[in-house]
């Protein structure tokens, strides 16, 4: 089977490739066939196993393709990809191409992880924000925003040449936002395309290997991921984890009320053991820009955008990385890997902790292990339970089953919202949850309702959508503000002003 990574000269692919080829650098999904799995159960975090590979179930990956639109990064992965090759027991073939409709022809799964913009279209959401003194965050608040309208015109082209060239593939979207860009396509690929992230993810095995130090669940095999069931919920970038249950006891009040056992949860570090134990649930991380903007604008402030930080780290890489031995260019990523995860959302810890995020924290991000068993389950693998990003009402009703109601009853049903679902041959299903309490379901309509504004501002080209889009977002506290954002966005960044021509 062949597999096109879209945004191929990116700086993950190695890791992708290692997963394919069953080399173990993916950590295993929040998924496995969990007891109960017509409730909201589900699994946290599994041992690293093998990818599609002949060893795994599902399909194999044949090739892999990678599409970017730079071609001199391409040569690079290449390269790395080649040193890789030889130490994998079933490293695919890959091919490179800057020629979108080559990519996707033949495709059986398209992972879409681009970056519309580059990395000075990054820094220019951070910094056109922050000059108005409103967080600069690549996702969160009015970058986020921005981001989108500059994307959304080229994932909407994806996805009309991947329902025209290869309707029968799966589309699994990295691209960020990545629940605004996974709705913006599912106009032209409808449940065929799915969104995740490993923020929720990482959340999930933090969690879980802490509560179940005390009841034998002290690995994360996929014997043990039985015994787990959980409720999850919200957007992409803001959601909560609210229940976790071992052998159907829920450990979570537990786990809130232990100061060692919060001490191992990087967002309860991040947010305070207080506010947590407050609001009765374990917030995700991106959660610390709402729950603590003031803070979080003032520490960005005072130092480099983490898109300066990346800017300067990448260009170091490709420079080095670029005709250097493939065995050198992989000893340069390797080096630039860890200090990238070791630097995630610095501008979110206090300055004496910026340098310091723990090991295992570190270990737990990463989808391309998560990617690769969504693609098992949805081609005859084992089922899976898995945290995605997908229409508040997805799915079809089975045999003799009633039609899917929408899990969040307040939002629209067509909204993506990002929820544990069930995972299989026959589709992606969102499994039930408890009502969302008012606080949580406001911030979730608040920014649900500036990320359809932006979809309807970049459908119709209209400044005046978009300007309702950055002042409706709860992190924008003034229409003047607002506006002076898109005018900042669309005189810094040319796909953002090419939006609205």
């Not at 990574?5 to 295993?28: D, E, N, T, W, Y």
């Not at 967080?135 to 080229?154: C, F, I, N």
């Not at 130090?213 to 909560?240: C, I």
């Not at 009765?280 to 983490?306: C, D, Q, W």
Request: charged share 20%; hydrophobic share 45%.
């Amino acid at each position: 089977m062949k597999l096109t990574l879209i945004g191929g000269g990116g700086f993950r692919v190695p890791q992708l490739f290692s997963a394919i080829g069953g080399g173990g650098l993916g950590r295993g999904p929040v998924g496995g066939d969990p007891a109960g799995a017509g409730a909201a159960g589900g699994a946290a975090g599994a041992a690293p196993r093998a990818g599609l590979s002949a060893d795994s179930a599902g399909p194999t990956v044949t090739e892999l393709c990678l599409h970017d639109v730079d071609a001199s990064r391409l040569d690079t992965m290449r390269a790395i990809l080649s040193h890789l090759a030889p130490t994998l027991p079933h490293p695919p073939r890959v091919t490179v191409t800057t020629d979108l409709d080559e990519a996707i022809t033949g495709a059986g799964f398209i992972f879409s992880a681009m970056r519309v913009g580059g990395i000075d279209g990054r820094i220019a959401d951070e910094r056109v924000a922050l000059d108005l003194g409103v967080l600069g965050q690549e996702t969160v608040g009015p970058g986020g925003l921005a981001y989108a309208m500059r994307t959304l015109p080229v994932a909407s082209r994806l996805a009309s040449r991947v329902r025209e060239l290869a309707p029968d593939a799966w589309v699994i979207n990295f691209t960020n936002p990545a629940g605004l860009v996974t709705e913006a396509m599912r106009e032209f690929l409808g449940d065929r395309v799915i969104g995740i992230c490993d923020t929720p993810i990482g959340l999930m095995r933090r969690a879980t290997r802490v509560a179940g130090r005390g009841v034998g669940l002290t690995s994360l095999d996929q014997a043990s991921l039985e015994r787990v069931s959980f409720d999850y919920v919200g957007l992409n970038h803001l959601g909560w984890l609210r229940r976790l249950s071992i052998d159907g006891v829920d450990h979570l009040p537990a786990l809130l009320a232990s100061d060692s056992a919060l001490e191992s949860i990087e967002e309860a570090r991040l947010m305070g053991f207080d506010w947590i134990r407050a609001i009765g649930a374990l917030p995700n991380e991106y959660l610390f820009y709402y729950y603590f903007e003031r803070e979080a604008t003032a520490r960005i402030r005072t130092s480099e955008t983490r898109g300066e930080f990346l800017k300067g780290q990448q260009e170091r890489f490709y420079a080095r990385a670029l005709g250097a031995s493939p065995a050198d260019a992989h000893l340069v990523w390797q080096e630039t890997l860890r200090e990238r995860e070791f630097t995630y959302m610095a501008e979110s810890r206090s300055e004496e902790e910026r340098e310091g995020r723990e090991e295992a924290d570190v270990e737990d991000g990463g989808y391309q292990q998560v990617a690769l068993d969504l693609m098992s389950a949805l081609t005859g693998g084992p089922a899976a339970t898995m945290i995605l990003n997908v229409a508040n009402r997805s799915g079809a009703a089975g045999p003799g089953q009633p039609a899917p109601r929408a899990a969040v009853p307040e939002l629209p049903d067509h909204a993506v919202i990002e929820i544990a679902c069930r995972v299989s041959e026959d589709g992606v299903r969102p499994l039930p949850i408890a009502p969302v309490a008012g606080d949580m379901l406001g911030l979730m309509q608040r920014v649900k309702a500036a990320e359809q504004l932006t979809l309807s501002a970049v459908r119709h080209r209209d400044p005046a959508l978009a300007w309702r889009a950055f002042a409706t977002h709860p992190l924008v506290d003034s229409v003047t503000v607002a506006k002076s954002l898109l005018e900042g966005y669309r005189a810094r960044i040319p796909g953002v002003a090419a939006a609205f021509e």
